[in-house]
Nanobody, 117 residues
Framework: QLQASGGGLVQPGGSLRLSCATS????????IAWFRQAPGKEREGVSC????????YYADTVKGRFTVSRNDPKNTAALQMDSLKPEDTAVYYC????????????WGQGTLVTVSS
């Protein structure tokens, strides 16, 4: 299971830190990704971090502003979001993909991020 938290209302230019708590699988064997879905839009991949922190990916829209991390002993992951823009408003989800797989096996319930003045 995954549970995302940390969303909320923030002004443009502000920061939020999302957390993803996991249980029920061997965290070290999974890559963790963050997705988001804005109202009326398709879900998009935002960032991903490989097992043991090997390799990270960022969508062009968030590169340089978001930072993904993981804490293997605590089975958690995080997404630090800085310089937030109104277009970052969306429900954010964390997901887990077993190394070597192309499918995401576990999804969190989502946390809403609203960037507005």
């Amino acid at each position: 299971q995954l549970q995302a938290s940390g969303g909320g209302l923030v002004q443009p230019g502000g920061s939020l830190r999302l957390s993803c708590a996991t249980s029920g699988f061997i965290f070290d064997d999974y890559a963790i990704a963050w997705f988001r879905q804005a109202p009326g839009k398709e879900r998009e991949g935002v960032s991903c971090i490989g097992s043991s922190g090997e390799g990270t990916y960022y969508a062009d829209t968030v590169k340089g502003r978001f930072t993904v991390s993981r804490n293997d002993p605590k089975n958690t992951a995080a997404l630090q979001m800085d310089s937030l823009k109104p277009e970052d408003t969306a429900v954010y989800y964390c997901a887990a993909r077993e190394i070597g797989s192309t499918e995401y096996d576990y999804w969190g319930q989502g946390t809403l991020v609203t960037v507005s003045s």
